[in-house]
């Protein structure tokens, strides 16, 4: 990969979570990233991959306000006609909502807010810049969210994540004739620190690495021809 070609990764926040690994990876091809979360955290990440040698910023913003989204943006390409080569939308989060007559409409949105709207909102802000550089979205959806998944008692999540699917559909749809593709990944449960933590290292997880290699392939000229597609990660 050029050492020109910029990616944008939202959600590099935490130690150990999927993120970090996909923008490791990143790193590894030589792109020059740029790091977004709303946590300080995104800081530390960036200054680690930056003693690797890589070309890494990291930006905090509330990917769930349109303001702070649009000053990412700007702080990220650096000026009004630079190109961005993909864009990972990897924010997110998981909560269970329990059954739908006994659920909490503040977990329902914050699922909605964490996992759609963080992906609406720099979709909409980096298109643009996409568009001058021909590029690739690739969205994090959940296997949950696939047709013949057992859901009950997380809604909330899998109606976010669907909501996910769909916005990648309609740009994927829209922005062919840009030069842009938008495609998804929709991983079972990812072996990430938190849900080690919580749920034990014995769980059939998808391994980070392994998410960070069908995202890299996604943004890659390899997959030039590839738009509108969903992966399935995990059995």
Not at 4 to 25: D, F, N, S, W, Y
Not at 43 to 56: M, N, Y
């Amino acid at each position: 990969m050029s050492e020109q070609r910029l990616v944008v990764i939202t959600g590099v926040g935490r130690a150990g979570q999927v993120g970090e690994a996909v923008a490791a990876a990143f790193a590894r091809d030589g792109a020059s990233l740029a790091l977004v979360d709303r946590d300080a955290e995104v800081e530390a990440r960036a200054r680690e991959l930056a003693k690797t040698g890589a070309r890494v910023r990291g930006i905090v913003a509330d990917l769930t306000s349109a303001d702070d989204v649009a000053r990412a943006a700007r702080e990220a390409l650096g000026g009004s006609d630079a190109p961005l080569h993909a864009l990972v939308a990897a924010a997110g989060g998981f909560a269970m909502s329990g059954p739908v007559a006994e659920s909490d409409l503040a977990v329902w949105n914050r699922m909605f807010a964490i996992g759609l709207t963080t992906a609406y909102l720099a979709t909409r802000a980096f298109l643009p810049a996409l568009r001058r550089g021909r590029g690739s979205i690739v969205y994090f959806g959940a296997a949950a969210a696939l047709p013949g998944a057992r859901i009950a008692n997380m809604s909330a999540y899998v109606a976010a994540k669907a909501g996910v699917l769909a916005l990648m559909q309609a740009v994927a749809q829209e922005e062919r004739d840009n030069g842009v593709r938008a495609n998804a990944i929709a991983p079972t449960m990812i072996r990430t620190a938190q849900n080690v933590s919580e749920m034990g290292a014995d769980k059939n997880y998808v391994e980070r690495e392994s998410v960070a290699d069908a995202v890299r392939w996604l943004c890659s000229d390899a997959a030039r021809d590839v738009t509108g597609q969903t992966i399935r990660l995990g059995a």
